[in-house]
């Protein structure tokens, strides 16, 4: 069975400072792994995702994330934090059975960002 | 840029009464699911739908949920009977063969 553990419900940072949010998963074959971003009152966007290929992939709005399998990780950052990107990010693990898809997702983390 | 889209944004019920929640995939998408965010919580996976079928779905989807493809564009979501506790943000979300699922902005449901 797949899980993914967010380390951290809230994440705080200073405007220009380095964002970096952690995400650890668990799946008995290759996952493919994503990083969604909720803003107050709406649904949910993708920021990036990584299914196979490059271990960094990048992502709207600055941020990036790495897959590292020898962690079973998927840290999302961003070299520099803006006030618009206070909000809540989920990462998310799937596999996909017979073209479908399950996403499981983390609990989620709220990034408030400080003036 | 295609977008899935719900409505309503907001439906506020009373116990007990049946609610349909509505969904416009993308148009091209053969994959569909519904996915439910109780406030304050994880999102959680209720059900996906393909081949006019229900391939896979969660032990929350039990009988008092249903869903149903009335149009071949549309993507409802009937809950029958709702309790208290189905009060949550429930998204609806598309997607293609081995491709990334696309959210909706949501539903919020309120039942009172």
């Known amino acids: 069975a797949q899980s993914v553990t967010q380390l951290g419900s809230h994440v705080s940072v200073s405007e220009g400072a380095l964002v970096l949010l952690r995400c650890n998963y668990s799946?008995?074959?290759?996952?493919?792994l994503f990083w969604y971003v909720q803003y107050p009152n709406q649904g949910l966007q993708l920021l990036l995702k990584y299914t196979t290929g490059a271990t960094l992939v990048k992502g709207i709005n600055g941020f990036e994330a790495e897959f590292k399998k020898s962690e079973t990780s998927f840290h999302l950052t961003k070299p520099s934090a803006h006030m618009s990107d206070a909000a809540e990010y989920f990462c998310a693990v799937t596999l996909f059975d017979q073209g479908a898809q399950k996403l499981v997702f983390g609990q989620g983390t709220r990034l408030t960002i400080n003036p | 840029e295609p977008e899935v889209t719900q409505t309503p944004s907001h439906q506020v019920t009373q116990m007990g009464q049946e609610v349909i929640l509505r969904c416009v995939p993308i148009s091209n998408h053969l994959y569909f699911y519904w996915y439910r965010q109780i406030l304050g919580q994880k999102v959680e996976f209720l059900v996906s739908f393909y081949n006019n079928e229900i391939s896979e779905k969660s032990e929350i989807f039990d009988d008092q949920f249903s869903v149903e493809r009335p149009d071949g564009s549309n993507f409802t979501l009937k809950i029958r009977s709702t309790k208290l506790e189905d009060s949550a943000m429930y998204f609806c979300a598309s997607g293609r063969l081995n491709t990334e699922a696309f959210f909706g902005q949501g539903t919020r449901l309120t039942v009172v």
């Open positions: 799946s008995s074959v290759p996952p493919y």
